[in-house]
């Protein structure tokens, strides 16, 4: 139950005028009257709970910092340290993967929505507005959340970004396309099952999921900036977790790296999927 508290009123209002959204805006976004928007704002009614994912997509927010503003206080993103530097960490050419999904589509673009999860600095993100994607960023790193915005603004194509957890993040409507491109292994090993199931349903009919995925292997040493809350992958995984949809490619590769400055290899698996 949500408690009537002043405190989310004032924070939906700062929220919507930091987006630059009038009460009317918001309301017609969410199929609601602006009267309604006010009564939020003025702490005088709250928003119905069904009404808090699309409220907190639309604002950029997880559910938690809507309701509370502090749940990502002092949560610091792995890469924080190098997203604050002034170049990009990952560069801003897209990942091959992201070609690919643009490749299969075949100009198709208009009006598909797409999820990019775990968006970093926002190089992918960033290409597939650019090719015509309405984008959703999602990102945990406040100083990555900055860098996609700067990238987005100097690119000058625009996208969605979400500050939140990827962990936990409630979806709240369907995508044509759902991605991720080197971060999934921040989902510890018991969570995987629920968060793959909830990324396949929420995607259209017809729609695709592409993701890339750091696998363990005996002779692949140990990358030099691998976090403690990073958990490999076994082979195999993605086929399984994606046997009842159309797989268009699956499989794996070693590639050479040298994020932190050290030259390393990863083993990867990568698969593009589409939902019959």
């Not at 709240?172 to 990324?199: N, T």
Request: some cysteine.
């Amino acid at each position: 139950m949500i408690h009537n508290d002043s405190k989310l009123g004032r924070r939906i209002a700062l929220l919507r005028k930091e987006k630059g959204y009038t009460q009317e805006k918001v309301g017609d976004l969410l199929k609601v009257t602006p009267q309604a928007i006010s009564k939020w704002e003025q702490g005088n009614a709250l928003p119905d709970t069904l009404l808090l994912p699309p409220l907190a997509r639309l604002f950029g927010v997880s559910i938690d910092y809507l309701l509370t503003g502090e749940s990502l206080a002092g949560k610091a993103g792995p890469y924080d340290g190098e997203y604050r530097k002034e170049n990009f960490y990952w560069g801003i050419q897209p990942s091959e993967l992201a070609g690919q999904i643009i490749d299969i589509l075949q100009g198709d673009t208009a009006n598909k929505r797409l999820l990019d999860i775990g968006s970093g600095e926002g190089r992918d993100a960033i290409y597939f507005a650019k090719c015509g994607l309405q984008v959703d960023a999602l990102e945990l790193s406040a100083p990555g959340v900055e860098k996609i915005k700067r990238y987005s603004r100097l690119s000058g194509y625009a996208v969605n970004v979400i500050h939140a957890d990827m962990i936990g993040y409630d979806l709240a409507e369907e995508y044509d396309v759902i991605y991720s491109h080197g971060s999934l292994q921040f989902l510890p090993p018991a969570e995987r099952r629920k968060h793959f199931d909830k990324y396949k349903q929420y995607t259209k009919t017809g729609g695709l999921n592409a993701h890339l995925i750091f696998v363990e292997k005996p002779f692949i040493k140990l990358a030099p900036d691998w976090e403690r809350n990073e958990f490999f992958f076994s082979s195999g995984d993605l086929a399984g977790y994606y046997h009842d949809w159309e797989i268009l490619r699956c499989g794996e590769e070693i590639i050479d790296c040298d994020s932190a400055g050290i030259p390393h290899r990863h083993a990867v698996n990568c698969i593009l999927a589409r939902k019959i």
